[in-house]
């Protein structure tokens, strides 16, 4: 018997039409029109990124699919030698017991900024049963992995193979050495909180990889207030002053409480000349800068942040770093 969550999972996949095996790969043909064959090198920028991005998460989708084939496969295993229920034996592998208040008012004092005011007290059993459903899936991380290294598992499905694109970094702000043998561009904006995660993971990869690794940041600040493109433009006019990157780090540390007002008041944290710096804020070719950007990542089709492409390809993950450090480590010929 199949555990609820699989069916669930699989009849998502089969509802979205999502099957790698049936999208071509880069050297495919993908359909006819008045009487020439059409392959994705023959398409737009935008229109191969969204291919790739679409074959990558089909791929991605499939390999979520097959961890829970696995999981169902090995609780069936153990339930048949214990005697016991698939259910009874699945719930004693993945529990996990309820944090405590302490816990819980850590993660509270830590998120405050972005639960709409409520106190503690209103949210204390909410977030003892997230933290709870967290350790849970942890539990079943470390499960599927211990299964995999015990079971020799390999994956037999065959990674999509995209297009890397070209993609205009020129003049951009990079971290990490300057002819990296892998190359990351992610498009972000201030007020994303995942584009604040990956720029933790980005910073953590770099010191993991300082001689082989280079991360180009490039604006795409679609936050509807326009305080994101204002703060943007701040970055551009830090950058004149030598200190883009520590705007970033200052910008992304009060994501939450960023105003128009902001880019000024980062710069004076900063030491940078301040007259130099509300010139440039106010001026023409900050702000043409920062469009340039955000044109480029309209050329590629993009819509959402933060947008990673590796070596020009899109990188779409849910496991940002993990999944970074298994393609550098494949890239430099290590094991990770």
């Known amino acids: 018997m199949r555990n609820l969550f699989s069916s ?27 009487g020439k064959t059409y392959q994705p090198s023959d398409l737009s920028p935008r229109m191969v990124q969204l291919l790739s991005s679409f074959q990558l998460g089909a791929y991605q989708n499939l390999l979520t699919l097959i961890d829970e084939m696995l999981f169902d496969v090995y609780v069936e295993q153990q339930a048949k030698k214990q005697d016991r229920s698939v259910i009874a034996v699945a719930r004693q592998l993945l529990t996990a017991p309820l944090p405590d208040e302490a816990a819980a008012r850590a993660f509270y004092d830590k998120n405050k900024d972005r639960l ?8 204390q059993t909410k977030i003892q049963k997230l933290l709870q459903r967290r350790l849970m899936q942890a539990n079943r991380d470390k499960l599927i992995a211990s299964i995999k290294k015990a079971g020799k598992f390999k994956v037999l499905v065959k990674k999509p193979q995209v297009l890397a694109l070209k993609i205009n970094t020129e003049g951009f702000p990079y971290k990490g050495a300057k002819d990296g043998k892998v190359t990351i561009v992610e498009f972000s904006d201030y007020q994303c909180q995942n584009c604040q995660r990956a720029a933790v993971v980005m910073q953590t990869l770099l010191s993991r990889y300082p001689k082989q690794l280079k991360v180009v940041f490039m604006d795409f600040p679609i936050n509807p207030t326009g305080i994101s493109r204002q703060v943007a433009i701040g970055g551009v006019c830090a950058d004149q002053q030598g200190k883009f990157w520590k705007y970033h780090d200052a910008a992304f540390n009060q994501q939450f409480t960023l105003t128009r007002e902001s880019p000024q008041a980062i710069a004076g944290t900063l030491g940078l000349d301040q007259e130099a710096f509300k010139k440039c804020l106010s001026g023409a070719a900050a702000a043409a800068r920062v469009t340039t ?3 480029e990542a309209r050329r590629l089709g993009l819509t959402t942040t933060p947008s990673v492409f590796v070596d020009g390809k899109p990188f779409p993950s849910r496991h940002l ?4 450090v298994k393609y550098i480590d494949e890239a430099l010929g290590k094991k990770s």
Do not use: I, R
Not at 116 to 123: N, T
């Open 8 to 34: 669930l999972l699989l009849g998502l996949l089969l509802s979205a039409g999502v099957c790698a095996a049936t999208v071509a790969d880069s050297s495919g043909q993908l359909f006819e029109y008045q």
């Open 116 to 123: 709409a005011g409520k106190s503690f007290e209103e949210l």
């Open 293 to 295: 950007s955000y044109e």
């Open 321 to 324: 770093y993990q999944d970074l």
